[in-house]
């Protein structure tokens, strides 16, 4: 194997499937990167047990030779040692490896020699045959996502809460994500007649997202029984599935608030996350709600530290004009952080009853939240 | 006490006096700032063993009220909860105190308790009365201290290494670290008759040079028995000084070297970067620098994981044509970076003796580097 290629699209190329290699797993194999190259061009592989980032580099690039084959082939090179030294290269990087993985890389007057590992010993890439085929643009993907996967549980106890439920139907996609105390969902229009519902990982949702050149793209997804895989035109993103089935969600959001308000998101984000300075004291970051006269307030306290409360306006208000709950403000933030429109309707349906958050004027996204107890 | 205050000023005085308080002291009144107003302003102290940093904010400032007093008065805050609860208030404050020290902070309708602490408790400030002063440019002593703070030493076993050595003469005052395997030194003109010579834990240097205010002003320096103190117009920093005797540092510096060669000080930094990638297996960072024919050549090794050689040009050559010699590599990118100037002049004096790094048109400034064992 030997080649010339453009430093900057290596580069950019190993921050992307660099993604996806953890130092940390017990398969010395997959702390490496895979980098093959034939007469198309040079291909990257980085994996772990949840995730694989494939990432293909062409020879030309804008009318613009990226790359220069001299001897097809391949080869493992350790994730970190390869991104590092590939990022302080000045220049245009010549690439060899000889008959004991030897990678060698050289820009300019610089040579640097890094001990591979045989490509054989890399795990293959899972077979897909373009089942399960859905193309959307990218963002529509990533709202999606940046709505609910932070609502997945963090706790292994219950694995199929680790990940983000998605259901495909007839021209939709239902995302939803639950730690059982609070939940996400969200509704997006898509022009598809699959049916079928997966759940993917939280941790490889995330991944997806840092990967900017899914958002800015037209992009295919493909279900398999195993996987699901994005993919645009240079990058190729492979997640395992949780297997199991997902709580059925539809039944838990309620129906009827006893009291509605309309509040306008930010400055009610801004008052949690000032009360969440006092409530960090207890286990579940407990913030106070209640309505006193037309106004909503909010308080929290930390016996030893002292105590906080402020008023805010409610634009309008529905039902009971009576309401005192207890909840956890880091799950508060969370969801009012997914929310982009201005204003969000919040039904109560009593002390012990969970809370529904939805953005006013957008029926496709809502966030339910349990409450605490305050004693 | 009872006070009004423009949000953004009481906030930059406390991100400034925060810098001296460290949650980790054992005493639990020094984790607060002490707030006091009077009819001249209000004033914040934040302190902890090596440093106290005392912040003045005058009742006007460019013709615009900052502060309205109703009544004076003093109290200790929890530091974490006072910067906090400051940053995300959204207007001017109202603040005052109980007899029970309990603070109340009022921003529009958000109101909130912090339990303070009686700041007759708070220990008081070190009294000085204008000797051992300079007047300088805040820059000139910002310059020096990043040319040479950095060569202290982090090992608490000889607490005189841990400081900058500043020593005063007519005219003049000089600069220096070392941690016995390298040193920085560094000379300043500066109009003062003042003949003296401290040590200033570098702790408090590095905070020192964080107080953007000092490096745009003229500063008022005091050297006192105890304490080095450092004032500008709204600012006052006092450092103690590290007891003992500095080791006699000018008769280390070596006077002829047996080869002598000039390099562009930023593409040397760069090969030692990636030449430290391969060095970290190493106890002491090794980098090897030798000469070959007409260029240095750089290289490291992890037997392990590769190795890495450079060769780059050097500028002009005096003495002899020979030289192999094993540096820390960390060492060398420190005292590299200090250096501001386009070209270095290294003098080596043998294998086994230190190297001397001088930026070339610049005597002001120099770094001298023990070499390691390369087996």
Known sequence: MEFIINKESLNQAIVDVSKAVSSKTPFPILTGIKMSVDENGVILIGSNSDIIIEKYIPLMRDGKQMIQVQSEG????????????????????HIKVNHKNVVTIQS??????????????????????????????????FDTI????????????????????????????????????RLALCEQPIE??????????????????????????????????????????????YSRLIEGAYPHIAGLIPKDGKTKIILNTNQFLQGIDRACLFANEWRNNNVHLSIEGEKLKISSNASEIGKIEETQAIISMDGLNELSISLDGRFLMDALKAISDEEIKISFGGTMKPILIEPVGNSAQLHLISPVRSY
């Open 192 to 237: 598809s007649n699959l049916q079928c519902s997966v759940v993917i990982p939280r941790f490889s949702l995330n991944e997806l997202i840092k990967l900017s050149e899914f958002e800015s793209s037209v992009i295919d997804l493909y279900i398999t029984d195993n996987y699901f895989i994005v993919k645009s035109e240079a990058t190729t993103l």
């Open 108 to 141: 300019r007057e610089i040579i640097t020699n890094i001990n591979g590992l045989n490509s054989e010993e890399y795990p293959n890439l899972p077979v897909f045959n373009g089942e399960g085929h859905i193309r959307m643009v990218g963002s529509k993907l």
């Open 146 to 181: 940046k709505r609910t996967a932070f609502a997945a549980s963090q706790n292994e106890m219950k694995p199929i809460l680790t990940g983000v439920n998605m259901s495909f139907s007839p021209n939709k996609l239902v995302c939803a994500a639950t730690n059982s105390h």
């Open 74 to 93: 391949s080869v493992v090179v350790p994730a970190k040692f390869l991104s590092e030294i590939v990022k302080k290269m000045p220049d245009d990087l």
